[in-house]
């Protein structure tokens, strides 16, 4: 039976390894493949997150005594996280220093102070079981690092760790969640805080949340659709979970999201959210690639994955001060210390269809597109948090030349942008496309009538009154509208033809915007916007360094900005759009192709 590790004893390192992952060391027994680690380690990587940590750090004390008395909790945990792994690490200049430990332990203590009587703490949300656990996952790693190094100085942290972390744990068998995500956040802090204190009802409380089911769709998308909770949460949390729970299953699932990462990430290193239904669908929110580092490399060396293997080697190369945060982990699994496989050449021209989000990525070389057309908008949930409802429907990228969106905007009842019921494919063809119908309302019907005139508040389809609008007959205005994107053989160019059709006299404005740092050219400033302009015919380009992005021809029939409408925010976000913003308008019936390259 493998030895378990005490608050206050010290084991060799290779002992700890062996308990923690139930693995020899050398190999992952854990697996499908029990795959080789490397053929030899690769102590330089992690010297390097070392010294990105010692940088950490450093930060961190300039503001110590701020964040000892902030009600920051998961920024408290981290700092102990932080610290901690500076402590433990050969590797760091803080090893084994006193001066780390005084403000670890006022943290601990403030944390003790700061903990409900139920284990949970107020960060984010009140008595919040899910924030409780964001925390844990990050104390439970200290307190792991810390049991192993061993060192005497440490025994009165440790022992605050613990009683922080049992009573949190109390609250994680019990409590709720709010969001998809939030489960595995539960799920993994419970699996690190029993791989320390074994319970079964630990483990029994694991089960019912993967009893579930992870929801994951053939693509490998996760049901929020969310690059920033994929990287935050999904995919490290299922990771803790695949090791310390022994579930290879799960390897799987952060697999094939690793998969469809690869594919929606831009040549800088920015992920496509447009399809997001949480916080990170915000314009100018942009999730890096450096933050799914983790599971590439861990699942590169684990799987002998080349194309893992080579975006961890390029996270490696680009984001080194961005890794620090996972020293701990490098500490923790002997694995992430191995050489990576020799990475693979990753493809550089494809169109992947992803069906079930409705949305095709496109690359050919420097330029990229994203043809999207699934939003949550038409299943009557309006444009609350937790849907998606950018209405972007195409993104173009040459190198640094940046199309962030393309909207159109029909004038019609102030119903707000075309959002497409679908994506159509066919061929390099992509044909999205929406019916929208505003009432009329007659009078109501003499059953439902009452002398007081008082009616039941009710929606309209665009707001609400106390007009009883659900038992009123109706006449309805309709409007149809639809796009045509298509790629122009493989050259990365593309043609887009809009229609609209409606009684005369609805004005449509398109809608192209560009990130800021370039030069517009062949447009006409907008009066009093001094980031809006008019094609008016001919061609317009946009150009960063060498790196340009040609669109048109324009048509300038009124001079009208597009219209949102009520519902257009998210919690921690919204969907406006910020950069320079070029208006090709007309009214209806309308029809209109323009070539963008």
Known sequence: MSPKPEDNSTMKRSDFIKYSLGASVGSLAIGKSQVAFGLKRNDTIRAAISKANDRRVEEMLERYDRLVESSSRRGQSGFILTLASAYCSPDSEYYRSLNLVEPMHNVAKALILAQNSDGTFDFGNLQSPPDTAFMMEQLFRAQKILITDGS??????????????????????????????????????????????????????????????????????????????????????????????????????????LELTIHLTE??????????????????????????????????????????????????????????????????????????????????????????????????????????????????????????????????RNGNAILESVRMSPAFFRTGYFRSNGLAVQGNEYRLEEQRQVPYHQPLPEKFRNKEGVYKMSPDGRFYSKMDFENRPKDYKKLHSMVTVREVGNSGAFEMEFSVEETPRVPVTIELCFRKGGQLSGVIPRENDTDGYFLSDGEGSYKVGNDVITFGPGKMEHTRSPQSNEQYSVYNGDIEVEGYRVYITGITPFTHKIRIG
């Open 152 to 257: 005497e100085q440490t025994i009165n942290l440790r022992q605050s760790n613990r009683q922080i972390i049992l009573d949190a744990a109390e609250a994680l068998t019990t409590g709720g969640i709010h969001t998809p995500n939030h489960r595995w956040a539960v799920s993994a802090a419970l699996s690190g805080i029993n791989s320390l204190y074994p319970n079964q009802k630990y483990v029994n409380r694991i089960n019912d949340w993967l009893g579930e089911g992870i929801g994951q769709d053939a693509d490998g998308e996760h049901p929020e659709r969310s690059r920033n909770y994929d990287a935050a949460v999904n995919n490290p949390s299922l990771l803790d979970v695949a090791i310390y729970q022994k579930r290879p299953e799960l390897f799987d699932v952060i697999s094939k999201n």
């Open 267 to 396: 040549l800088n290193g920015e992920c496509e959210t447009v399809a997001s239904r949480r916080q990170d669908q915000e314009h100018g929110r942009y999730v890096m690639i450096h933050r799914y580092y983790l599971p590439f490399r861990y699942l590169a060396i684990r799987d002998n994955n080349p194309r893992f293997a080579a975006v961890a080697n390029m996270i490696e190369t680009k984001y080194m001060d961005t890794l620090g945060e996972h020293l701990a982990d490098f500490l923790l699994h002997e694995e992430l210390n191995m050489s990576l496989p020799k990475p693979a050449a990753l493809e550089e021209n494809y169109v992947k269809h992803f069906q079930n989000t409705h949305l095709v990525r496109i690359r050919r070389g420097n330029k990229t597109a994203s043809v999207f057309g699934g939003t949550d908008w038409h299943l009557g949930y309006g444009a609350w948090s937790g849907i998606s409802h950018n209405p972007t429907f195409f993104k173009f």
